[in-house]
């Protein structure tokens, strides 16, 4: 499958590795104004080495959710078109307005992304994805919450983390769990465990049912 | 399909689009129920000349509003401050009586026991023989995990007392300014104190007391544990506790009203305190 426009697999220390192009952002090695994006450091990234297909296309708008210090979200709007990133705890949230300097179309936010109706009068409507990782209890409640934003063939690219939602269950029962409360409001088309660059996560890429 | 609202409640709405004050608290005020197209819907309300323009005023508006509101929370952090530079100074001084217990317990037990919370260290690494030696060297366990409890709260301390109020942390350090905070009962009242009273806060404390017993000037708080004041000589140490509680008042301000980092604070006290020791060299 092909990557989204403006990401690139480029030659680092010998190795073909993800890159987007912008300002560097948390010390990533760069090569002629392209970024090293990290699999290890970024679900996105991991979902885009397991090969799957999240519908992303350069340009488009996305909304994001669990955005901490802007590791993923910066590589992100470097590619994407205006990105809303969505963050509600203080601390990563210097590093993310760093990242945001740096970028035309990279807009901050500090919410609670399980209250969207204190965003939606700045995030814009019919996005043409929403990419969650959000590390929280409650990871398909979020994503439902957030359906609001997306264009009818939007894409949720979501990276669930097992033990958000619960810290002892087998991560495959919890996934099974999570997966079906998603359906409610999504149409799962692709899921793929993000072992070996994040331990027990699962990447889901889905599209909101019709309304 | 998305349920329509009115754009009364887009950030934009009725906001001039010189006001970027306005816009700033709207993001962080206002709420809506459902996005709209708000590029398209800016433009024709005359908020944004096109969609760049558009994205140009989110950006300033989203990156003002963002700084503010993490300002904002990371000055509400004063009371967890409070708290932990309380609970280190708690953890000390018990780990220090209960070092001396176990100091004079274990002086009967062992000839070469140690003082202090070093020896209680050093007790809590040995092998006890019999009931009694396994009481005493328990003890000085808890004295060691005391100590490294308010060695941890005192790192704790030390990261987010910079975070709360950089320039007060700055100019005093973190240990010094987490306790002013603490004495002053949070950042905003600090912030509202005449230098007169920061300069005497903690007077009355009972870890000042202490500290107090090797000092002979009453007309400084917690602010003595300064080199500035500590460092100058007695004669002096008037008008230097004046001159650096003046200062801190001025970094306390900065840090509850803006929060922005102003070194030129800092070089003007180094040199006022220069000032003033040198005046009592040429005496
Ligand atoms: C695993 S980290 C995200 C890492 C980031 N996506 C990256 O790859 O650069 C999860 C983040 O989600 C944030 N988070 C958790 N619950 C949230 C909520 N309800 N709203 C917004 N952010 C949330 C956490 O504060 C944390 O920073």
Redesign the pocket.
Same mark, same amino acid.
Do not use: C
């Given at each position: 499958m092909s990557l989204p426009h403006g990401v690139e697999r480029r030659d680092f220390g010998g190795e073909d590795r993800l890159a987007t192009r912008g300002e560097p952002v948390y010390g990533e090695p760069t090569e002629d104004g392209w970024r090293l994006w990290d699999a290890r450091? &970024? %679900?996105l990234g991991a979902m885009l080495e397991r090969e799957m297909d999240v519908g992303l296309d350069g340009g488009d708008g996305v909304l994001y959710?669990?955005?901490? &210090?802007?590791?993923?979200?910066s590589h992100v709007a470097d590619f994407a078109g205006p990105t809303y990133a969505?963050?509600?705890?203080a601390w990563?949230a210097r590093d993310l307005l760093d990242a945001a300097r740096d970028r035309d179309r990279l807009f901050p936010l500090l %919410?609670?992304?399980?209250k969207p109706e204190t965003y939606a009068h700045v995030v814009e409507s019919d996005l043409g994805a929403i990419v969650q990782?959000?590390?929280?209890r409650g990871q398909a409640r979020?994503a439902a919450e957030n359906s609001r934003f997306l264009a009818d063939d939007g894409r949720l690219v979501a990276a669930v983390k097992a033990r958000s939602e619960d810290v002892t269950g087998d991560p495959g029962d919890v996934f099974d769990a999570v997966l079906d409360e998603l359906g409610e409001r999504y149409e799962v088309l692709e899921t793929e465990r993000l072992e070996p660059f994040h331990d027990d996560h699962l990447g889901v890429v889905a599209r909101p049912r019709e309304r | 399909m998305n349920e329509r609202s009115s754009t009364g409640a887009a950030w934009f709405a009725d906001i001039d689009p010189g006001d970027m004050g306005a816009a700033t608290e709207a993001i962080r005020e206002r709420t809506a129920d459902a996005p709209l197209n708000w590029p398209s819907e800016a433009i024709d309300a005359e908020f944004a000349d096109d969609e760049a323009d558009y994205y140009a005023k989110l950006r300033e508006a989203t990156l003002e509003s963002t700084h503010d509101a993490v300002r904002e929370r990371e000055k509400a952090d004063d009371q967890q401050l409070k708290h932990s530079v309380r609970a280190m100074d708690d953890c000390d001084r018990t780990a220090n009586e209960l070092a001396e217990r176990v100091a004079e317990w274990a002086g009967t037990l062992f000839e070469d026991a140690g003082t202090g919370v070093d020896g209680a260290r050093d007790l809590a690494e040995r092998d006890p023989a019999g009931p009694t030696e396994r009481r005493v060297v328990s003890l000085a366990e808890r004295v060691a995990s005391l100590a490294d409890e308010s060695d941890d709260l005192r790192e704790y301390v030390e990261r987010q007392a910079g975070t709360v109020a950089p320039n007060l942390a700055a100019m005093a350090g973190p240990v010094l300014a987490a306790r002013l905070i603490a004495l002053a009962g949070g950042l905003d009242s600090l912030a509202k104190m005449p230098s007169g009273t920061v300069q005497v806060l903690g007077a009355e404390d009972a870890l000042f007391a202490h500290l107090r017993g090797r000092a002979s000037s009453p007309k400084h708080g917690v602010i003595y544990t300064h080199e500035y004041v500590r460092g100058t000589a007695p004669e002096h140490r008037g008008s230097a506790s004046r001159a650096l509680a003046g200062k801190l008042t001025i970094a306390a301000r900065i840090d509850h009203y803006s929060g922005e980092r102003k070194p030129e604070i800092d070089r003007e006290l180094d040199e006022r305190i220069e000032t003033i020791r040198a005046r009592g060299e040429s005496e």
């Open positions: 450091r &970024s %679900k959710l669990g955005a901490a &210090s802007g590791t993923t979200v969505v963050e509600f705890a990563p %919410k609670d992304a399980r990782d959000v590390a929280t979020v | -």
